[in-house]
Nanobody, 125 residues
Framework: QVQLVDSGGGLVQAGDSLRLACAASGRTFSNCAMGWFRQAPGKEREFVAAISRSGSSTYYADSVKGRFTISRDNAKNTAYLQMNSLKPEDTAVYYC??????????????????WGQGTQVTVSS
């Protein structure tokens, strides 16, 4: 069992940066691939980024590639999403997720086993 707590969201201006954190409880964090997803009002949840168990492999949605960086610290049981050059269209609730059944990062939300509660990111123009 893994419990995830998202934090770090806030209200920023376009061009600013934010770093989200996903703190995990339990001893299996290092055995999980981790992902970040987001959901804007009136829209479906979409994939943002994912990282392998070891952190050696990452995968990004085209819309955030080059601006966002996913990372993890297995010693601290924490995953991060560094978001730079934020745009108004990045406004959404961001959720971290953990997949205990895969090594490689992926965008298939339905395969993730555990989810955080979400943190709001609002980017003003």
């Amino acid at each position: 069992q893994v419990q995830l707590v998202d934090s770090g969201g806030g209200l920023v201006q376009a061009g600013d940066s934010l770093r989200l954190a996903c703190a995990a409880s339990g001893r299996t964090f290092s055995n999980c691939a981790m992902g970040w997803f987001r959901q804007a009002p009136g829209k479906e949840r979409e994939f943002v980024a994912a990282i392998s168990r070891s952190g050696s492999s990452t995968y990004y949605a085209d819309s955030v590639k080059g601006r966002f960086t996913i990372s993890r610290d297995n010693a601290k049981n924490t995953a991060y999403l560094q978001m730079n050059s934020l745009k108004p269209e990045d406004t959404a609730v961001y959720y971290c997720a953990a997949d205990r059944n895969t090594i490689v990062p992926h965008s298939r939300g339905y395969e993730y086993d555990y989810w955080g509660q979400g943190t709001q990111v609002t980017v003003s123009s």
